[in-house]
């Protein structure tokens, strides 16, 4: 039994599986989660509503559902973090103090670094973007239906140069859009662009390469170090940022306009008929200005500064963190969550009782590609490469797409998510 005043900042994935575990094996601890939002989003099934498998409401259940007993549940929003002095600033102005803290926030989408973007402005102008919520989600199918409507034109795919989560999903809508061009039967009308900061398509080798034959089988034209930096809605533009050298840049590009532009910058404009925003994400503001961010390294100043394997806070022992908010270079997804969350609970516990925190977590990450509608491929990995995926499916080849894959995601995760968000499994 123990009295430990214990903080959730979150009631997300990871805030309520952590909830419901806290509750459940610590007697007599005063829990406090929170987190504004009366109703739980089921993020993965966003992907479904863009294609339009699923309805929107599918994705929705009460928090109150999920909530344990025995715990308090503030409906405010965290504003400011004192760790030193162990208190966490409340929206209303009130404050709560702890001693252990789980910082569960999930990420920010900060669409506003992309000059002239707004989360607003999905399902206009031939923008779609699934990130921005379940409404966008929506909308963006009907932004690719019209695209489709209009019977051709080009298509632009983008991917930030930060962490995102779910990083097979921006790929999913390229793959998604080009399965709903198929079927109306004017494919050689349109062409779509997979444009990426990156020089690889996906962070696993394997998958990096079975993605780059793919696309190009397909005819999906990828361009490297290209980061969007502006759109114009109105006249349908684009500008890129290449990321590249000077020499590459004259050989890549293609659009109208190419330029040596701000301040030294290789920018290219490029027009389009669709586009599909992914926005750069990070931890939110209040995390960012608080000492909890990381200082140093690569998550400096964007993300919470965690031990990648015990998820213990790296400076602050009584800290914890767990999900899309952490410093790590992959697993930003609800399966890593799940295997997150027993890992912050031992080592939670093991903390309570003075113990050193040994459990670990090993980046473990999964991704139902969507290649098609109705296939899937469900790619497993972790953070040391070698291990190359973690198959939990013995009757799924990782490396084939099939329609068990797709029936998986479609079908079979939101009962086990919804069994995580419990604090069972
Ligand atoms: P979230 O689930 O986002 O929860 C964060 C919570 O914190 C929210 O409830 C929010 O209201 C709350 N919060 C935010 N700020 C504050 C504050 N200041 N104070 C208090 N509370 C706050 N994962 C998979 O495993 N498989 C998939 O196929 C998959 N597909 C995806 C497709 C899309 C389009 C998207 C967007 C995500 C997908 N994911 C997928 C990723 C998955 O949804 C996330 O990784 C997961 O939800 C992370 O859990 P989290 O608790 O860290 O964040």
Redesign the pocket.
């Known amino acids: 039994s123990t009295r430990a005043r214990i903080v959730i900042?979150?009631?997300?994935?990871?805030?309520m599986a952590m909830a419901n575990r806290l509750a459940r094996r610590l007697d007599g601890a005063r829990i406090l989660l929170?987190?504004?939002?009366e109703i739980?989003h089921y993020?993965?099934g966003?992907?479904l509503v863009a294609c339009g498998a699923w309805q929107p409401e599918q994705t929705l259940r009460p928090n109150a559902d999920f909530v344990p007993r025995g715990i308090e549940w503030s409906r405010q929003?965290?504003?400011g973090i004192d760790a030193d002095n162990r208190r966490v600033s409340l929206s209303d102005g009130s404050i709560a103090e702890y001693d252990y803290l789980v910082v569960?926030?999930?990420?920010q989408l900060n669409y506003h670094l992309i000059d002239g973007m707004s989360p607003d402005l999905v399902g206009n102008h031939g923008i779609g973007s699934?990130?921005a919520g379940l409404e966008s989600?929506g909308r963006t199918r009907q932004a690719i239906d019209e695209w489709i409507a209009e019977g051709g034109g080009r298509g632009l795919f983008t991917a930030p140069a930060t962490p995102v989560?779910?990083a097979?999903?921006p790929i999913k809508m390229a793959f998604i859009t080009l399965s709903q061009i198929r079927k109306s039967g004017h494919r050689d009308d349109f062409q779509l662009d997979y444009l990426t900061p990156s020089q690889a398509m996906f962070s696993q080798p394997w998958v990096n390469a079975f993605l780059k034959q793919r696309f190009d089988e397909e005819g999906i034209e990828r361009r490297h170090q290209y980061q969007l930096s502006a759109i114009d809605p109105g006249a349908r533009q684009a500008e890129f940022t290449f990321i590249g050298s000077a020499g590459d840049f004259n050989t890549h590009r293609t659009g109208r306009q190419p330029e040596l532009g701000r301040e030294g910058e290789m920018t290219e404009v490029i027009d389009y008929r669709f586009i599909h925003v992914v926005p750069p994400m990070s931890a939110?503001d209040?995390i960012r200005e608080s000492g909890l961010i990381a200082k140093d390294g690569l998550f400096r100043g964007e993300w919470l500064d965690t031990d990648i394997h015990t998820l213990q806070h790296n400076r602050y022992p009584e800290v914890f963190g767990?999900?899309?908010?952490i410093g790590a270079p992959i697993n930003?997804?609800?399966?890593?969550?799940k295997a997150q969350a027993p890992v912050v609970e031992a080592n939670l516990v093991a903390q309570l009782q003075g113990l050193a925190p040994t459990a670990r977590h090993n980046g473990y990450t999964?991704?139902?590609l969507i290649t098609d509608i109705g296939k899937a491929m469900l790619v497993e990995f972790g953070y040391d490469n070698d291990m190359a995926f973690l198959p939990s499916f013995s009757f799924i080849d990782p490396k084939e797409e099939s329609w068990v894959a797709w029936v998986l995601?479609d079908y079979l995760?939101q009962p086990a998510y919804y069994a995580m968000l419990e604090g069972l499994a």
């Open positions: 900042l979150g009631g997300g994935a990871a805030g929170v987190e504004p939002r739980h993020q993965p966003w992907t929003s965290a504003v569960a926030t999930g990420l699934v990130y989600a989560k779910c097979g999903a939110p209040f767990i999900g899309d908010v930003k997804t609800a399966a890593s969550v999964s991704c139902p995601k995760l």
